[in-house]
């Protein structure tokens, strides 16, 4: 029983010094380690309740509480056993990794301790339930010999079954953990050495492992000897079987007074936190009374710490002693939350002799121990401790006080930045009334000249509807007239006498005639003209934006003010350079108005010049910033608002000569060579870099994949894709560009284009088979622009089109046709800002559009005079940040150069084998620097010029 009691305390200290307290000063990995050993051995400790029941049994001669608690104890012990073995060999494992790989090891948490050590009790519950399913009613229990719970197999399985779970859990676990005992010694031994330092946890670790060791090996012998003689009454079921469990049970009590011998930390926890749970504990005479506290931060903001010191940091070596003063200046505590607790191993002993300090350096400003003073603080001045606290501690009033007065300031800027806040409350109140007021006049004044206009139109309307009544009434009048005289000119000449007719004919023709007249008169009514004639709508619509103006400018916060474009690497010398600054406030929202002091000094600290910036006041809070670097070398940009710096500021960049594509033709660098293993290539037909230009994907076509190479040393990294039309699969892969982390690829003969993750890992598709809008028939090439929009060369189609991000058909560029804006055969793209370059197979051309489709010109029409410029089926296309463009001449087998307006510039390569010869090029890229990279296709090859 007092066995029981004592593991179970022990172990319960264990668990409430690592996981309440931290108490346990190791590597966190070792902390779960133990965490998890300590919850087995409190397992192990629990199932020992029988320990009253075999007394009583001893004493009647008769086992108590029959079989149910026997099997309870026996399959619950075949299972947290073998757990313990197998963590002890964990334990020894990791602490071996963290001496061999501290840097590496520094990845891995908590959490992934806690797997680990999951998955050790899942497997070892297979044991017990071995036991179980194999026949437990073949277990007999006989109790009246030793009364330890003794039993025997009926089932000769259990002769072989028992050894071999024996073997394979306590055996083989404890023979590694005596090898890695062993290694582990001798690692310390030789890091010491080359260090000249001690690594805590080393000893833990060793002693847990003996003990854990000497106390499981009985146990394994005294199984496998039962399992093979099978007597009930012989030395090993008496004796020697109580030693071997007595073994266990030392086993799991020992690993309290290890961690008390071994980790100091956890023996300063012992005296201060759980020994004054003792009522006499407290009392002056214990010596304990006046026992220091360290303040420690809760939250420390590790992020920046260098490699030495990470490796220190893995040997479980404590971070604000063995961090050097760089590290400790770039990791500053981030927390105000401070608590008390116990001073831990390095803050009562010394790291460098294991001795507890007694004296403080002054010249240092350290605790150093009495063998410190002769060695490396021989010549230094000394304070007793009490001294040196009383000193410490009057500085500490005296920051405090000044921190105090200082918190003055602090209070009152909140409650001044408290009223701002109310004020401003207030104030939007009141500028809300005022606006809904004024526009309330506004409005009133409109309703009013609305009414005016309305009754203007029915006066209108009233007077002309008179006009027309009257008009009316008048014409069914004259046609009453005309009616009656046309019926009595026909009496007259059906009835009347010839004398009738002559004597009437006057008078009737005379009415006949005024009657026509009148009709004629008639004929044009009063009109139905009535208009609306308003002002012109938009200076009314912007007369009412500008009608009033509502000023509440925020504070800009330069820290947050940025460049609205990424800052190049390089630029062209002599070329202008034009970026945009957009003030922001503390959310980083741009603040909307123009009129902050903003600065831009531009220098070459090559040659120490610098250069005038022009800066522009947009008055919406962006301001452009234009210069021209004149020489060439590395430029300083300090970009200012408000006399601080903008965020990302000052900006180095690399001001560069402009390439002369004259001298271009030596090769620098190729790679590749025919074939289908990986770096080997089989018609590649376009490349392309990634954003950083350490990657290079080039579309192996004949080998249906991607590879990933390495650049510039152009060495193959990896590869994915292969032949089929299923995603991520391919059918002659053609055209591919890099952006934003992903790939696109023009998968010819599938037509499509894929969208994949840099690994090769499909995300989406855009297009399939057909000639209708957003439908693709062999694509060559595909491209993204800045706004994410994809530009694909539908070459069977004769057309470029344009989709968006997320595949919808956005537009169509050209169509079939030799003249400007139409095309044969579209292969190469190329996309800038507001400018779409398309190289035409089958025209020999070079057209370029903007990004809307609007045909600007054509470069090398059949047209020009100089044969040897002219084009033969130009497939790839690239430009420079100058606008020249540079085209791979496929049947020319070189590759051409042309400026902005289409002139001639340079030409290189001519059809061969050999380095700097090209043969069926069809791809090329440039890299920031400005080399030239060219897919040679039928050499199988890649080559940067």
């Known amino acids: 029983m007092d066995i029981s009691v004592r593991e179970a305390l022990g172990d319960s200290a264990i668990l409430l010094a690592t996981v309440r307290h931290r108490a346990i000063k190791l590597h966190k990995l070792i902390v779960v380690i133990i965490q998890h050993i300590a919850v087995c051995d409190l397992l192990v400790s629990m199932c020992t309740v029988s320990v009253l029941p075999r007394a009583v049994s001893l004493i009647t001669g008769r086992w108590v509480l029959g079989e149910t608690l026997c099997k309870l104890m026996s399959y619950t012990a075949y299972w947290f056993v073998p757990v313990g073995i197998l963590l002890i060999c964990c334990m020894t494992t990791c602490k071996l990794l963290i001496l061999k790989f501290p840097l590496r090891i520094q990845t891995l948490t908590s959490r992934h301790a806690h797997s680990a050590c999951a998955a050790v009790w899942l497997v070892v519950i297979t044991v017990p339930a071995a036991l179980l399913l194999n026949g437990s009613d073949d277990v007999t229990f006989k109790y009246n010999t030793t009364y330890i719970c003794d039993y025997g197999y009926t089932d000769p399985a259990w002769k072989w079954l028992r050894p071999t779970l024996a073997t394979l859990f306590i ?256 104030r939007a109140e009141e500028v809300t009334y005022q606006i809904y007021t004024t526009f309330g006049q506004y409005i009133r004044a409109l309703q009013t000249r609305e009414q005016a206009l309305i009754a203007e139109v029915q006066n209108i309307q009233r007077a002309k509807e008179r006009i027309l009544d009257i008009q009316i009434q008048e014409i069914e009048r004259d046609i009453k007239t005309a009616e009656d005289t046309c019926s009595f000119t026909e009496q007259l000449i059906e009835r009347g006498s010839d004398l009738d007719i002559v004597a009437t004919h006057s008078t009737v023709l005379s009415r006949i ?277 994809v530009y694909v060369s539908d070459s069977a189609n004769y057309r470029i089109q344009v989709f968006s991000e997320g595949g919808d058909f956005l537009l169509a560029i050209g169509g079939k046709g030799s003249k400007e804006g139409q095309m044969l055969c579209p292969w190469g793209l190329h996309v800038a800002i507001n400018s779409v370059t398309v190289a035409d197979f089958k025209n020999n051309n070079i057209q370029i559009f903007t990004s809307d489709g609007v045909f600007v010109r054509r470069i090398n029409s059949s047209q020009g005079s100089d044969k040897d410029t002219l084009l033969s089926n130009p497939a790839g296309v690239t430009a420079d940040r100058e606008g020249n463009v540079i085209v791979c001449d496929r049947s020319s087998h070189c590759i051409q150069i042309f400026d902005r307006e289409g002139r001639f510039v340079s030409r290189f390569g001519t059809r061969g084998s050999h380095l700097g010869n090209l043969k069926y090029p069809t791809g090329v890229v440039l890299d920031r620097a400005g080399n030239i990279i060219v897919c040679d296709a039928f050499n199988h090859r890649i080559q940067i010029f």
């Open 513 to 789: 005639e005024t009657l026509e007249e009148v009709r004629r008169t008639l004929d044009t009514p009063e009109s139905d003209d009535l208009k609306f004639i308003p002002e012109d709508g938009d200076v009314f619509i912007e007369a009412t934006e500008q009608l009033c103006r509502v000023e509440g400018n925020r504070r800009t916060f330069p820290q947050k003010s940025r460049l609205a474009e990424a800052v190049p690497r390089s630029v062209i010398n002599g070329t202008e350079q034009c970026w945009t600054l957009v003030a922001c406030d503390v959310l980083g929202s741009c603040v909307g108005v123009g009129g902050e002091e903003v600065t831009c000094v531009v220098k070459n600290e090559t040659n120490g010049a610098r250069y005038s910036c022009q800066i522009t006041d947009n008055e919406d809070g962006t301001y452009d910033l234009t210069y021209t670097p004149l020489h060439p070398g590395k430029l300083r940009i300090t970009v200012g608002l408000n006399n601080r710096h903008v965020q990302g500021s000052p900006f180095l960049l690399q001001s560069q000569v402009r390439r002369d594509y004259a001298l271009v033709g030596e090769c620098l660098m190729f790679g590749g060579t025919k074939g289908s293993k990986l770096g080997q290539l089989l018609h590649p037909s376009a490349i392309a870099l990634d954003k950083t230009e350490t990657k290079l994907y080039i579309s192996d076509s004949d080998n249906h994949r991607v590879q990933v190479w390495s650049y510039p040393d152009l060495q193959c990294l990896s590869s994915f894709g292969c032949q089929g039309n299923a995603p991520g699969q391919f059918s002659y892969p053609y055209g591919l560009c890099v952006n934003n982390d992903k790939v696109f690829v023009a998968d010819c003969k599938n037509h499509r284009v894929q969208i994949l993750n840099l690994d090769g890992t499909p995300i989406g598709v855009i297009g399939e088979h057909g000639f209708y809008e957003g439908q693709l028939s062999h694509p060559y090439d595909v491209k993204v622009d800045q706004e994410n929009n």
């Open 171 to 426: 055996f083989l676990p404890n023979f590694f953990v005596l090898a890695s005992t062993v290694v582990l010694l001798i690692l310390v031994r030789r890091v010491t050495r080359r260090r000249r330092r001690k690594w805590r946890g080393v000893t833990t670790t060793i002693l847990v492992a003996t003990v854990f060791c000497i106390s499981g090996l009985p146990y394994f012998v005294c199984s496998s000897v039962q399992a093979r003689r099978g007597d009930d009454t012989g030395f090993f079921h008496t004796d020697f079987y109580r030693i071997a469990v007595s073994c266990l049970y030392f086993n799991t009590i020992s690993n309290f007074y290890i961690y008390c011998f071994t980790v100091p930390s956890f023996r300063v926890f012992v005296k201060t936190r759980l020994l004054r749970c003792i009522p006499c504990w407290d009392s002056p005479d214990n010596g304990t009374e006046g026992s220091s506290f360290s303040l420690q931060l809760q939250t420390v903001q590790r992020s920046s710490y260098c490699a030495d010191c990470i490796a220190h940091h893995a040997q479980d070596v404590e971070l604000e002693l063995v961090y050097c003063s760089t590290c400790r200046a770039n990791n500053r505590v981030t927390s105000n939350e401070l608590s008390f607790s116990e001073l831990d191993q390095e803050q009562v002993t010394c790291p460098d002799h294991d001795t507890t300090w007694s004296l403080f350096c002054f010249t240092c400003d350290k605790p150093v121990c009495d063998t410190c003073t002769t060695e490396l603080h021989g010549t230094h001045e000394y304070l007793t401790l009490g001294e040196a606290g009383a000193i410490k501690a009057s500085e500490l009033k005296s920051r405090s006080h000044d921190l105090k007065i200082s918190l003055r300031s602090a209070h009152a800027a909140r409650e001044k930045t408290q009223r701002v806040k109310e004020d401003l409350y207030a």
